[in-house]
């Protein structure tokens, strides 16, 4: 997987938040390569998905297969 510069990265929130606690955060930085962070702690590290795996996974969240208490 590519090395990806998290320095100027904008990060975004799902337009779902509430603002409360539980949230994450994903930056559109390659067309390869999705990070994605915890909210609480924006210094903290970030986890990077191939961006096809990421996309795969939103899709099934928006079909409604994973539980909502998960």
Same mark, same amino acid.
């Given at each position: 997987?590519?090395?990806?510069?998290?320095?100027?990265? *904008?990060?975004?929130?799902?337009?779902?938040?509430?603002?409360?606690?539980?949230?994450?955060?994903?930056a559109f930085v390659s067309?390869?390569?999705?990070?994605?962070?915890?909210?609480?702690?924006?210094?903290g590290p970030a986890?990077?998905?191939? *961006?096809?795996?990421?996309? *795969?996974?939103? *899709?099934?969240?928006?079909?409604?297969?994973?539980?909502?208490?998960?």
């Amino acid at each position: 997987m590519e090395q990806v510069d998290l320095g100027s990265a *904008a990060w975004f929130k799902s337009s779902h938040s509430n603002g409360e606690a539980n949230c994450v955060e994903v930056a559109f930085v390659s067309v390869d390569v999705m990070p994605v962070r915890d909210s609480k702690d924006p210094h903290g590290p970030a986890l990077h998905f191939p *961006a096809d795996a990421w996309r *795969a996974f939103v *899709a099934g969240v928006r079909a409604g297969e994973f539980p909502a208490d998960c």
